[in-house]
Each structure stands twice: as structure tokens, then as C-alpha cells.
């Protein structure tokens, strides 16, 4: 049945409208967004990890600290927005081949996120001692056993010096101890890391002050196993 003058007026309006206000709202360019730039929520309140890291560092360390660099990042991305359209690994992944001009805010302030983002997922109150399963396994293999890779991890941990991060990585197949300056993520040497522990004196200095290895020792009481073997799944699925 053919339309009416009225009806085909009216639909030529709604179309126009339509086209008139795309553009304002982005549609086109925010269905390529990828990119992440809010702050994500702690799975946990911020004195459950309790009495091993406290509240006023849990809550400092998030609202402030990890919210500073995605401010960071935010700043970076408004000179090139086409950064919008890569995940933050994306982005980590291919620092080289950035603008000269962002790169070095990137690699810091993005760094700084996604270490944070992950570590966040690393801790949980009333974590059980050791992980089970795969993970468990493979720990043993590449290690020896759970206390050697321990050890290991705190060794290395102990020997950064100035600001850093402490890592299990998951890299060609094998399980292996690393360790970043700054905020540099093991992304750069493209190796995949399942567990983080922030050594910047700003994730302990509240309670430990200077005292490095407390802070170490208390952290083996909070790791949220499920979750490190969960992203260990992940990885070896893909491999």
C-alpha cells in the first residue's frame, strides 16, 4: 500500500534527524573505541585485605595513585585520539610504533594502568595459601616447587632497586620470575604476566615504611590464587 504525503514527510524527517545527530554523539567513531579510561572498581572494600596491606593504602594507592595515571593516559590520548581505537595492551604492545609525541606518557601513565588493573585482580581477602591445579604443576615444573618459585619471587622483588614490579610471567611455554622498572610491563619483552606486586613505596609505606620484606612477606597472604590460575588458563588455551 503506498504511503501517504504525511507518513513519507515523517520519515524523511526521522532520517534526517538521524543523520544530523550522529555525528554529535560519535556513533561511528565510538563503535572502533576500545580503549578503557576509567578508573575500575576494587573487587573488594578497601580494608578487606586486612591487617596485611590497610585501608588508608588500599584506599590512596586506587583513588589517587592509579587514578593519576589514567589521567595520565587520558591527556596523551586527547593529543592522539586515534589511540581510542587499541586496547591498553594493544597500546603497550606497539609502543615503538607510536607517535613520537605520546610515547614516552603512554608507556608510563598507560603502563601504570594496566599494571595497577591487574594487580588490583591479584589480591583478595581471606586467600588460600597456595594455588591448586594447573597452575599448581606447572609452578612445580618450571620451579621446583611452590617454596623455590617463593623464594625466587621474593629475591627478586628484594632486588629492585628504587621503584618497581615483581612478576610471574607466563613466556614461551614455561613459567619465569620477572621483574620491571617504573611502570613498565612485561608487554614489552612479550612475555604475559599472571601475578604483579607493586614495589613503589607507595603501596606499603604506610605501614611497612622502609621495611621492604614485611611488605613482601604479608602480600603471599593475600594473592588471589583462583584468579592468577584463571589468566594462566587463559594463556595456555591460546598458546
Known amino acids: 500500500m503506498p504511503q501517504s504525503r504525511g507518513s513519507t514527510r515523517r520519515e524523511f524527517i526521522k532520517v534526517a534527524m538521524a543523520a544530523a545527530v550522529a555525528p554529535t554523539l560519535g556513533f561511528a567513531t565510538q563503535a572502533a573505541e576500545k580503549l578503557s579510561l576509567e578508573l575500575p572498581p576494587l573487587p573488594y572494600a578497601y580494608d578487606a585485605l586486612e591487617p596485611y596491606i590497610d585501608a588508608e593504602t588500599m584506599r590512596l594507592h586506587h583513588q589517587k595513585h592509579h587514578a593519576a595515571y589514567i589521567t595520565g593516559l587520558a591527556k596523551a590520548v586527547e593529543q592522539a585520539p586515534e589511540l581510542r581505537r587499541k586496547t591498553l595492551e594493544e597500546l603497550l604492545l606497539s609502543l615503538s610504533s607510536l607517535?613520537?609525541?605520546?610515547?614516552?606518557?603512554?608507556?608510563?601513565?598507560?603502563?601504570?594502568?594496566?599494571?595497577?588493573?591487574?594487580?588490583?585482580?591479584?589480591?583478595?581477602?581471606?586467600?588460600?595459601?597456595?594455588?591448586?591445579?594447573?597452575?599448581?604443576?606447572?609452578?612445580?615444573?618450571?620451579?621446583?616447587?611452590?617454596?623455590?618459585?617463593?623464594?625466587?619471587?621474593?629475591?627478586?622483588?628484594?632486588?629492585?632497586?628504587?621503584?618497581?614490579?615483581?612478576?610471574?610471567?607466563?613466556?614461551?611455554?614455561?613459567?619465569?620470575?620477572?621483574?620491571?622498572?617504573?611502570?613498565?610491563?612485561?608487554?614489552?619483552?612479550?612475555?604475559?604476566?599472571?601475578?604483579?606486586?607493586?614495589l613503589w613505596?607507595?603501596?606499603?609505606?604506610l605501614r611497612y615504611q622502609w621495611r621492604r620484606a614485611e611488605y613482601i612477606a604479608a602480600f603471599w597472604h593475600v594473592v588471589n590464587w583462583p584468579a592468577v590460575a584463571a589468566l594462566f588458563h587463559n594463556l595456555v588455551q591460546r598458546a
Open 99 to 198: 607517535p613520537e609525541s605520546v610515547r614516552t606518557a603512554v608507556r608510563n601513565h598507560g603502563g601504570g594502568h594496566y599494571n595497577h588493573s591487574l594487580f588490583w585482580q591479584c589480591l583478595a581477602p581471606k586467600a588460600q595459601a597456595s594455588p591448586e591445579g594447573p597452575l599448581a604443576a606447572a609452578i612445580a615444573r618450571d620451579f621446583g616447587s611452590f617454596d623455590s618459585f617463593k623464594e625466587s619471587f621474593t629475591k627478586q622483588a628484594m632486588a629492585i632497586f628504587g621503584s618497581g614490579w615483581a612478576w610471574l610471567v607466563w613466556d614461551a611455554g614455561k613459567l619465569r620470575v620477572e621483574t620491571t622498572p617504573n611502570q613498565d610491563t612485561p608487554l614489552g619483552v612479550r612475555k604475559k604476566p599472571i601475578l604483579g606486586l607493586d
Open 201 to 205: 613505596e607507595h603501596a606499603y609505606y
